[in-house]
């Protein structure tokens, strides 16, 4: 799906700002049909945002099941005879749209956009209200799964319900991304996907453009950075050269512009959209990743879209915060833990040369209880698969072109061995290749089991591994890291012969909290955690990254071991520096070293 672009031919109006909005407690909206009539009993909330911290309401921010959201818009009545859509780019987790009362678009899955065309439904020169009812329920048949739990006791009122979540985040919900309205011609270029190559200092461009509506002449040329054209064709699909191409590198992210142009029966151009673009390449072999035939080394942090307030809403503040805190630290890279991110934020990326693992929402594929099987038609069933392989639809769609992605995460610590978990990741692996045979793929894992039980990693190209030693094993024994992660990491190549990322690792550290010897929670323990694993990693030519847990602190729901969230972060949540920046940013920024 194109991102929303405004050119000659094209506009956008945001709908950003504040929206009306209401809870739906007890589930009635729906059937008494709130979006035929302005909503009632509203309070004000803002989009694109989390609505789970912007009240005093704690049962708003545990609340289970549909809130609604409304406002109104004027569409232009120069837009009449155009085609008009209205995109959202993420509603957790399922969400149903009305305009005038008519339905226009449901979508299931959170973190990815979907759009309806409100042509015949919206009135021109004229106020218009658009109605979203926004589900967070969570299923065995949605990304991530979860259930409700529902309590028939004496300790719980009648019909008590919690919702059970499988993954350590806070399960933030509402419209957390831009809503806007597009203006088109409706004979448009629909789709554009660009694949790259080179043949020593010649870039090869694959590229085809999709149309919809009548049929449309296409032409397209491409730009360099300074607006130069550097190559051109007239047709909608084919394979154009760059002679002395740029290379999109990790640190410098050189961008080339696709132009593509659309031109009606009448010879008029109807529509245009400008595709960026980075030429590279990327390949695996069994000890090493590859980016344009030099070595790369995965080393930075994953994160998470948190902040205070807005929760997992886009801010664009933050994340320009949060990468010049990446470049600041020496971070070449990080993995979209645990869903996609914003587009923005892949834009941002893009520019920067920052290196993405970009990660579906399948975390925590895991039955709640250890007796009974994962991969079951009561649990992780065909029905969780058939979504699945949409969610990587979606996100591929999505992201297909950004230069920074170099490598699809189809999930993160599910259940690995069952040996129905084979079969269940080999067909989502399956699915991922089909859409983009260009790119690898990956599975992360946090079970400790042997090699030979973990059925998923038969089908990957690259091993992501989470591991905690000294923390959640032999807590508070910093000298056995090296030891043990040495010991389990070097059978796990013996057996796949693949290249291994630590994916995760790290420990949960209060800021300001000070002991020397180091004890867990303190900034010293940190360090020394992280010291400790690197000890190990550079003695293993295999580990081809090293990506922290995590890049700063964020929400959790609410137990004994989180106290007001996961502590974990080298920055505090506010974007401050724990000692562990300062010495991850001292290992990132000297020459990579590997012990024989």
Same mark, same amino acid.
Not at 185 to 212: F, L, N, Q
Not at 241 to 256: A, S
Not at 508 to 530: C, K, N
Not at 544 to 572: C, L, Y
């Given at each position: 799906?194109?991102?929303?672009?405004?050119?000659?031919?094209?506009?956008?109006?945001?709908?950003?700002?504040?929206?009306?909005?209401?809870?739906?407690?007890?589930?009635?909206?729906?059937?008494?049909?709130?979006?035929?009539?302005?909503?009632?009993?509203?309070?004000?909330?803002?989009?694109?945002?989390?609505?789970?911290?912007?009240?005093?309401?704690?049962?708003?921010?545990?609340?289970?099941?549909?809130?609604?959201?409304?406002?109104?818009?004027?569409?232009? $009545?120069?837009?009449?005879?155009?085609?008009?859509?209205?995109?959202?780019?993420?509603?957790?987790?399922?969400?149903?749209?009305?305009?005038?009362?008519?339905?226009? &678009?449901?979508?299931?899955?959170?973190?990815?956009?979907?759009?309806?065309?409100?042509?015949?439904?919206?009135?021109?020169?004229?106020?218009?209200?658009?109605?979203?009812?926004?589900?967070?329920?969570?299923?065995?048949?949605?990304?991530?799964?979860?259930?409700?739990?529902?309590?028939?006791?004496?300790?719980?009122?009648?019909?008590?319900?919690?919702?059970? /979540?499988?993954?350590?985040?806070?399960?933030?919900?509402?419209?957390?991304?831009?809503? &806007?309205?597009?203006?088109?011609?409706?004979?448009?270029?629909?789709?554009?996907? /660009?694949?790259?190559?080179?043949?020593?200092?010649?870039?090869?461009?694959?590229?085809?453009?999709?149309?919809?509506?009548?049929?449309?002449?296409?032409?397209?040329?491409?730009?360099?950075?300074?607006?130069?054209?550097?190559?051109?064709?007239?047709?909608?699909?084919?394979?154009?050269?760059? *002679?002395?191409?740029?290379?999109?590198?990790?640190?410098?992210?050189?961008?080339?512009?696709?132009?593509?142009?659309?031109?009606?029966?009448?010879?008029? &151009?109807?529509?245009?959209?400008?595709?960026?673009?980075?030429?590279?390449?990327?390949? &695996?072999?069994?000890?090493?990743?590859?980016?344009?035939?030099?070595?790369? =080394?995965?080393?930075?942090?994953?994160?998470?879209?948190?902040?205070?307030?807005?929760?997992?809403?886009?801010?664009?503040?933050?994340?320009?915060?949060?990468?010049?805190?990446?470049?600041?630290?020496?971070?070449?890279?990080?993995?979209?833990?645990? =869903?996609?991110? $914003?587009?923005?934020?892949?834009?941002?990326?893009?520019?920067?040369?920052?290196?993405?693992?970009?990660?579906?929402?399948?975390?925590?594929?895991?039955?709640?209880?250890?007796? *009974?099987?994962?991969?079951?038609?009561?649990?992780?069933?065909?029905?969780?698969?058939?979504?699945?392989?949409?969610?990587?639809?979606?996100?591929?769609?999505?992201?297909? @072109?950004?230069?920074?992605?170099?490598?699809?995460?189809?999930? @993160?610590?599910?259940?690995? @061995?069952?040996?129905?978990?084979?079969?269940?990741?080999?067909?989502?692996?399956?699915?991922?290749?089909?859409?983009?045979?260009?790119?690898?793929?990956?599975?992360?894992?946090?079970?400790?089991?042997?090699?030979?039980?973990?059925?998923?990693?038969?089908?990957?190209?690259?091993?992501?591994?989470?591991?905690?030693?000294?923390?959640?094993?032999?807590?508070?024994?910093?000298?056995? /890291?090296?030891?043990?992660?040495?010991? *389990?990491?070097?059978?796990?190549?013996?057996?796949?012969?693949?290249?291994?990322?630590?994916? *995760?690792?790290?420990?949960?550290?209060?800021?300001?909290?000070? #002991?020397?010897?180091?004890?867990?929670?303190?900034?010293?323990?940190?360090?020394?955690?992280?010291?400790?694993?690197?000890?190990?990693?550079?003695?293993?030519?295999?580990? /081809?990254?090293?990506?922290?847990?995590?890049?700063?602190?964020?929400?959790?729901?609410?137990?004994?071991?989180?106290?007001?969230?996961?502590?974990?972060?080298?920055?505090?949540?506010?974007?401050?520096?724990? #000692?562990?920046?300062?010495?991850?940013?001292?290992?990132?920024?000297?020459?990579?070293?590997?012990?024989?």
């Amino acid at each position: 799906m194109l991102y929303p672009q405004e050119n000659e031919i094209r506009e956008v109006k945001d709908l950003s700002g504040v929206w009306n909005f209401r809870v739906d407690r007890h589930a009635t909206g729906r059937g008494e049909e709130w979006f035929r009539q302005p909503l009632a009993d509203t309070m004000p909330m803002p989009v694109p945002a989390s609505y789970n911290d912007l009240t005093q309401d704690i049962t708003l921010r545990d609340h289970i099941g549909d809130v609604w959201y409304e406002r109104t818009f004027f569409v232009p $009545s120069s837009w009449r005879g155009k085609r008009v859509s209205i995109r959202f780019s993420s509603a957790e987790h399922a969400a149903v749209a009305w305009v005038n009362g008519r339905e226009v &678009v449901a979508h299931k899955g959170g973190h990815l956009p979907f759009a309806a065309d409100i042509s015949d439904v919206v009135a021109y020169g004229a106020e218009n209200r658009v109605t979203v009812v926004v589900n967070n329920i969570l299923t065995w048949d949605t990304l991530p799964p979860g259930f409700i739990r529902t309590y028939d006791d004496m300790n719980h009122p009648p019909g008590y319900r919690i919702q059970e /979540i499988q993954f350590d985040f806070f399960n933030y919900s509402g419209l957390s991304r831009p809503v &806007v309205l597009t203006a088109t011609s409706p004979t448009r270029i629909e789709d554009i996907t /660009i694949r790259t190559d080179r043949e020593g200092t010649t870039g090869i461009i694959d590229y085809a453009v999709t149309t919809a509506g009548d049929s449309a002449r296409i032409s397209v040329r491409i730009l360099d950075e300074q607006g130069h054209e550097v190559a051109s064709a007239a047709e909608a699909s084919g394979s154009l050269k760059i *002679e002395n191409v740029t290379l999109w590198q990790p640190g410098k992210g050189y961008l080339y512009t696709l132009e593509a142009k659309a031109v009606g029966s009448t010879g008029a &151009v109807v529509d245009i959209y400008r595709e960026t673009f980075g030429v590279r390449t990327v390949r &695996v072999t069994d000890t090493q990743f590859f980016i344009n035939d030099e070595p790369f =080394y995965f080393q930075g942090c994953c994160k998470h879209e948190d902040m205070d307030l807005k929760g997992r809403g886009l801010d664009h503040a933050l994340n320009i915060k949060d990468f010049n805190l990446m470049n600041w630290i020496g971070a070449n890279s990080f993995r979209t833990s645990h =869903y996609p991110y $914003s587009e923005e934020i892949l834009q941002l990326a893009d520019r920067a040369g920052m290196v993405i693992i970009d990660e579906s929402p399948a975390v925590g594929l895991r039955s709640e209880n250890p007796a *009974e099987p994962t991969y079951s038609e009561e649990r992780i069933s065909s029905r969780t698969l058939a979504h699945h392989k949409q969610v990587m639809r979606e996100l591929i769609t999505r992201d297909k @072109n950004h230069p920074c992605v170099v490598m699809w995460s189809v999930g @993160n610590e599910p259940i690995v @061995n069952e040996p129905k978990a084979g079969d269940y990741w080999g067909e989502v692996v399956a699915e991922t290749r089909r859409l983009d045979p260009t790119r690898p793929v990956t599975l992360v894992i946090g079970d400790v089991v042997k090699p030979a039980e973990c059925y998923p990693f038969q089908h990957v190209d690259v091993m992501c591994i989470n591991r905690y030693h000294s923390w959640y094993s032999d807590p508070g024994h910093l000298e056995l /890291i090296e030891l043990q992660t040495v010991a *389990e990491l070097t059978p796990w190549h013996e057996h796949f012969k693949k290249p291994l990322i630590i994916s *995760e690792y790290g420990a949960d550290t209060i800021a300001g909290f000070h #002991a020397d010897p180091p004890v867990m929670f303190s900034e010293e323990y940190q360090v020394a955690m992280l010291e400790n694993f690197h000890k190990g990693f550079d003695r293993l030519h295999f580990v /081809i990254g090293e990506h922290v847990w995590n890049f700063a602190d964020f929400a959790t729901k609410q137990g004994v071991s989180r106290v007001i969230g996961n502590k974990k972060g080298v920055f505090t949540r506010q974007r401050q520096p724990k #000692a562990a920046a300062h010495a991850l940013r001292k290992r990132w920024n000297e020459p990579r070293k590997k012990l024989s």
